[in-house]
């Protein structure tokens, strides 16, 4: 904590300071999350490269082609 003899200008600094690094370590993290192939990239599900297609019935049902 800041003591009596410290100055405004000083901690103006150190308030600075603070806040640059917090900056940058937030932006680091973030562009460390994303994937290697994009931000919306799908997991590798079963069944996500199955051949053929697939649709919805007006009924809700699922139908294979």
Not at 9 to 31: C, K, Q
Not at 40 to 56: F, K, R, W
């Amino acid at each position: 904590m800041a003591d009596s003899t410290t100055s405004p200008r000083e901690l103006l600094w150190r308030t600075a300071i603070v806040a640059g690094v917090s900056t940058v370590g937030a932006l680091v993290w973030s562009s460390r999350r994303r994937s290697a192939g994009g931000r919306h990239e799908m997991p590798d599900l079963p069944g996500a490269h199955e051949d053929g297609t697939a649709h919805v019935t007006p009924d809700g049902r699922l139908q294979q082609d």
